[in-house]
């Protein structure tokens, strides 16, 4: 099994090989990796060389260490998506060829906050309408959303049922979102949400925050969507100019 030597640096080799063994199912998806020791004899590497390839690996994601317990092989995200794309969740779950569902939390008719104010430009009698969500892709809990619309935006047959809130603002209040502002930043187990979304202890959180405009540039909703990280992949596409 002990890597054949070219003329790459050998951690560079042992990165390929641990790759290639977990694409073919040599190692499956959240299966425990030989010990450092047993897996450095078996590549006939040394444990120093080994340690900078997982090191790596756990960068990228293929693998998850978990401390006093060993390595593990991640999940592949089963939904990915260019940042750049302005898709909701729901068109998300239904590209992965899954079924979309939700699980309502809560609603309420607020205030304003400060932020609210600068976000939406409104005044302090304005109403915000404010809906918790958990997004479900067959059945399963992947996404934690919050979302904040102006109340005086939604229509007056507005139902929670419903499962896209993009459909609700184009369809039923005419006000079809074309852009965003959006802010992607990782965060680590959260008390409230983890737990919700059925998360392993280190499972991380990607936080999506954005600001959707209409074709107005009137800004119509807010949202905060915590989506599971073992689930869900984003990359962006940057071009030199």
């Known amino acids: 099994m002990s890597i054949k030597s070219d003329s790459r640096h050998l951690y560079l080799q042992v990165i390929d090989r641990l790759k290639q063994d977990i694409e073919k199912g040599f190692y499956k998806e959240k299966e425990k990796l030989p010990s450092e020791f047993d897996l450095a004899k078996q590549l006939g590497v040394s444990r120093a ?78 109403e915000i309408f404010v809906m918790e969500r958990v997004r479900t892709a067959n ?16 229509p007056e047959t507005f139902s929670h049922k419903e499962e896209s809130i993009f459909h609700i603002l184009d369809v039923e209040a005419k006000r079809r979102i074309t852009y965003a502002v959006a802010q992607i930043e990782p965060i680590g187990y959260h008390e409230k949400i983890s737990p919700i979304l ?22 119509v909703l807010f949202s905060v969507n915590y989506f599971k990280a073992d689930k869900f992949s984003f990359h962006v596409l940057r071009k030199r100019i």
């Open 198 to 219: 059925e998360c392993e202890p280190e499972t991380a959180l990607l936080v999506l925050k954005q600001m959707h405009f209409d074709e107005m540039d009137e800004p």
């Open 139 to 154: 059945g399963e809990p992947v996404v934690y959303c919050v979302d904040k619309v102006p109340e005086r935006i939604l």
């Open 49 to 126: 060389t080994l340690r900078e390839a997982l090191r790596i690996l756990e960068e990228e994601n293929v693998i998850i260490r978990r401390h006093g317990v060993g390595t593990f092989v991640n999940s592949k995200p089963l939904f990915t998506s260019g940042i750049e794309q302005l898709n909701s969740v729901t068109d998300m779950i239904e590209q992965a060829g899954m079924k979309p569902g939700t699980i309502f939390l809560s609603s309420s008719t607020q205030e304003p906050t400060e932020e609210d104010i600068r976000r939406f430009s409104c005044s302090t009698s304005e």
